[in-house]
């Protein structure tokens, strides 16, 4: 048998292994409703923990925003279905910045799974606020001159909750 021929098909075989291996992977997806909220607003995530077989990882739902003590509001201690969809809704931190919002589905046997994302903490004023605490935004323009004489138009936007 030619030697370059066989070195070629071990190599190939070898590849072939380790893309199989690479590919098949447990994990565990999660998805935020926006990426971009006030402070303090309900943030829904959800997402699906699936095996590399294509099963749902069936476990409990572990959900932290760096280390804010951020949890699920709307069950105390989450888990996954039978298909290994989960879901959680928060309070986004009362600090304007950028986090880290991991979970961890840890299944029977205490093996974990995670992911994370990111999602800013932000205010946006504008006509039409966002987010889901009721705001009313006041508009007011002005004039103002520059250091170098030019008068522009700027915009003074008040803030205040309904309430």
């Known amino acids: 048998m030619n ?44 997402g699906t923990a699936k095996y590399n077989s294509g099963a749902g990882i069936v476990g409990t739902v572990s959900l932290t925003v760096d280390s804010t003590g951020q949890s699920c509001l709307d069950q105390p201690s989450p888990s996954t279905d039978a298909n290994g969809n989960w879901n959680c809704t928060f309070n986004a931190p009362i600090k304007i910045g950028s986090y880290t919002v991991t979970v961890v589905v840890t299944n029977s046997t205490g093996s974990q799974f995670q992911n994370s994302t990111a999602l800013a903490v ?42």
């Open 3 to 46: 030697i370059k021929l066989l070195i070629f098909s071990m190599f190939f075989l070898s590849l072939l292994i380790t893309l199989s291996f690479a590919a098949n992977s447990d994990t565990v997806a999660i998805n935020l409703n926006a990426t971009k909220v006030w402070w303090n607003d309900s943030v829904n995530a959800s």
């Open 122 to 163: 932000a205010p946006y004023y504008g006509k039409t606020p966002v987010g889901s605490i009721d705001r009313i935004v006041y508009e007011l323009p002005m004039m103002i001159q520059d250091m170098n004489g030019e008068i522009r138009t700027v915009f003074a936007r008040i803030m205040v909750w309904k309430g």
